[in-house]
Structure formats: structure tokens, C-alpha cells
């Protein structure tokens, strides 16, 4: 059951940026070849209006094949992609990633319908009186008496609306700020009182076994009271992993992360692996809920990555798109192809790489 799960996740993600291409293909009578789900040997397949819909092997990936100018038999189609504007083309290309984030939002509205959501409010500021708690005790001890929080002014009920300048819309957000940036070093914060006044204070991180901390607690997960604040805290859900993939990806650049911690597929796999054995054991529907978590952190992981201006991914063919509209020239089709393909190698190769270094950490660690 949990590789039927796993492979649901790839295949939904994977099916609706496709659809995304398709979709805007159709509307804007771009001729679609053909429509596939997989990799690999044709399994079963159909043909309806031209286009041609394929189930494939190899479950790890899909194409939406469109009609390119000059192809034999259709040199002159008026339905070719390159023989429409350049705004229906770079609405093509950005609607596979589009497509990711819509996804990502409306399973996000499930997810949060049943689970809420964390706003990054306070709900306990640390304090003297806390070491006496047994549930907080040996957490509070390695404050050895010193709660930045506390002395920042900080205090129960408070929201974090800013840190380090940046907009804050879940607790998450506070947390992985501390993980990534935690050096010790001071941070501003802007925060909102019950009452509405608004302040802005500096915390002093202590270091603790688990990290710098600033001695706060959640308020924990709050449920959408109408369907505004629903759409709301869905689209924060969507910002945050949004923004932790661009935070990832800085640190990958850095090099702040090493090899090992980085996942492809098999690491995804066995996390998701792991995660489906522990739902299991409380209910079918935290199973299903967690199913949908793996698909919008992925999804907008997938919108986010398509959109880099690497050749080879929508983000390069968007970044031809830009260069022809600033140009007024198209780039000529060979060194598109010839760049294009040089991307689609190294991101093989990058590919590989990543599912050698998952299988010796998966299996051989």
C-alpha cells in the first residue's frame, strides 16, 4: 500500500503540471502529439482528436509532446508552438509550474480544513516560573536563567510579524529562520501585542543541545473559522514552502548543507515510507492527510525548481521566451536545441548523482 501511495504522489504531481501545458495548449489551439504519464515503454495508450494519451513504465516522470515548427508533414501548421505569440508561448511554459502552485494550494485547503494551521503567535514566552513545570524543566535548565524572549520584552499572545525584516506568516517560519541563520547572533523582530500595538524588540539567542533558541512556544495549530480564512492560511501554507525551497536551494549554493543531506527520489521514498508506517497506526485518514502534505511540499517544490533558468527545464525555455521578447528575434532553433540539450545532460547527470548518494545513505548508512 505505501508504494501505491509513494508512486500516487509522483503521479498526481507529475500529471497536473502536465496538464498545466495541456490545458493552455488546447485553449490556445497548439497541436498536442502526444500526452504521457511515465517513462520509459509504452504500456497502454489511445488516440482522440490527434493526440495521443500514453501510460508509460516508469512511473518518475510525464511529457506533454507538442507540435514543433518545421516537423515533417508539418512545416507550415499554423498549430505548431512556434508559430504562435510569444505571450501564448511563455504562458505555456509557465503553466506546468502555475499548475504545481494551484495544487499545492487546494491540497493545502484540506490539509488545513481538518489539521489548521500554525500562526507564528506566541503561546508561552520562557520563563523562571517554567523550570519549576516537569513537562519543561530540563528544556528551560540550559537557559541556565537567561530567556532572550523574556527579555526582549516579549510576551505571551504576541505575533512575530517580521524577522530580520522578513514577513512572517506561520511559526515555521521562525523556527527554520533559527535553524538556518542560527549563529548566535542578534535578531530583529517586529511583533503585534493582543491589542493590536505594534514594536519592534532584538532577541539574543542562547545555544541549547537543540540549536539557538529564543525560549518561545506555538500557540499551536489554530482551524479556519469561514472559508476566507481558510483560502488565507492556505495561501500562507503555500508562501512557506515556497519559501523554504528557495531557502534550500541557497543553502545548497552556499554550501551550507552537505551532499548527504540532500534527497532525490529514494530519499523522498523512504521518507514518505516512514512517515505512511507511523499514520498508519493512528487512523486511514492521518495516512491520507500526510499524503497530501508530501504532495504540496513537493508540488511546490516541483513549480519552483521547473522555473530556474536552467536549459532543459521550463525555466530555460521561459528564459529563450524573455530573450526574444527583449530582442525582438527569436534565438535560432539549433543553438536553442544544442543548448537545451547540454542542460537536459547535466541535469541527468545531476540526477544521477543524487540517486547514487540516496541509495548509500538509504541503504548503506
Not at 42 to 58: A, E, G, P, V
Not at 83 to 102: C, D, H, Q, T, Y
Not at 167 to 178: A, S, T, V
Amino acid at each position: 500500500m505505501n508504494i501505491i501511495l509513494i508512486i500516487l504522489v509522483f503521479g498526481v504531481i507529475i500529471f497536473f503540471h502536465e496538464l498545466g501545458h495541456f490545458i493552455v495548449a488546447k485553449i490556445n489551439h497548439i497541436s498536442v502529439i502526444e500526452f504521457s504519464m511515465g517513462l520509459g515503454p509504452k504500456l497502454f495508450s489511445f488516440t482522440k482528436k490527434d493526440t495521443q494519451y500514453s501510460l508509460r513504465l516508469i512511473p518518475l516522470g510525464g511529457y506533454c509532446m507538442l507540435l514543433s515548427e518545421g516537423e515533417e508533414g508539418h512545416e507550415d501548421d499554423e498549430n505548431a508552438f512556434e508559430k504562435k505569440s510569444i505571450w501564448v508561448r511563455m504562458a505555456e511554459v509557465l503553466a506546468g509550474p502555475f499548475m504545481n502552485i494551484v495544487i499545492a494550494f487546494i491540497f493545502s485547503a484540506v490539509i488545513i480544513h481538518f489539521c489548521g494551521t500554525d500562526p507564528a503567535t506566541i503561546g508561552r514566552v520562557y520563563d523562571s516560573e517554567m523550570a519549576k513545570e516537569s513537562e519543561y524543566a530540563d528544556v528551560v535548565k540550559e537557559f541556565n536563567g537567561v530567556y532572550p524572549a523574556e527579555q526582549a520584552g516579549i510576551e505571551d499572545g504576541d505575533t512575530v510579524l517580521e524577522i530580520g525584516g522578513s514577513k512572517i506568516k506561520n511559526f515555521r517560519e521562525l523556527q527554520i529562520y533559527l535553524e538556518i541563520y542560527g549563529d548566535g547572533s542578534p535578531i530583529d523582530l517586529k511583533m503585534q501585542k493582543k491589542d493590536g500595538t505594534v514594536y519592534d524588540t532584538t532577541v539574543y539567542p542562547v545555544e541549547t543541545s537543540a540549536g539557538y533558541k529564543v525560549g518561545i512556544v506555538s500557540c499551536g495549530y489554530v482551524l479556519p473559522q469561514n472559508f476566507g480564512e481558510l483560502m488565507k492560511y492556505s495561501a500562507y501554507e503555500v508562501r512557506y514552502w515556497v519559501k523554504a525551497t528557495f531557502l534550500s536551494l541557497k543553502l545548497i549554493v552556499t554550501r551550507q548543507v552537505s551532499s548527504d543531506e540532500v534527497s532525490g527520489p529514494v530519499g523522498v521514498a523512504k521518507s514518505m515510507n516512514d512517515t505512511f508506517n507511523e499514520a498508519a497506526k493512528v487512523d486511514v485518514l492521518t495516512v491520507l492527510l500526510n499524503w497530501m502534505n508530501y504532495i504540496v511540499l513537493l508540488s511546490a517544490n516541483l513549480g519552483i525548481m521547473n522555473m530556474l533558468p536552467i536549459p532543459g527545464l521550463d525555466g530555460g525555455r521561459f528564459l529563450f521566451l524573455l530573450i526574444e521578447l527583449i530582442t525582438r528575434r527569436k534565438v535560432p532553433k539549433d543553438k536553442e536545441n544544442i543548448v537545451t540539450f547540454v542542460g537536459f545532460v547535466l541535469v541527468m547527470i545531476l540526477m544521477v548523482v543524487i540517486l547514487f548518494n540516496d541509495i548509500k545513505n538509504v541503504f548503506f548508512s
